[in-house]
């Protein structure tokens, strides 16, 4: 069985010594956000470039920043994000504070 589902895509990767990232791009099937506090990319992995399938884009499955005004039920609900590094870590820079405007 294969399920199928709807999340926002990973539209750009800064993060070149990620395992999964290719050409500024994530080709995990899924990453997941943060710790509950802090915007970042959990799914983050230093090893050698795995991913057979360079085709992919990977999709946000989870996000555990409840801050974020993008987060309903720990689900992003933005059209896309990008993950770079900011301020000395590797985050999701679409992270909008749910009181920023």
Known sequence: MKITLEMPDVSTCTITDCAYNVNEHCHARAITIGDGANPGC???LT?????RNSTRVAGVGACK???C???????????H????MKAGE????????????
């Open 69 to 79: 005004r993008y987060n309903d039920d720990f689900e992003c609900m933005s059209n």
């Open 42 to 44: 959990d799914t983050y």
């Open 65 to 67: 920043v409840v801050s």
């Open 47 to 51: 090893a050698s470039h795995h991913s």
């Open 81 to 84: 994000i990008s993950v770079a």
């Open 90 to 101: 590797i985050n999701c820079i679409t992270f909008k504070h749910v009181n920023s405007t």
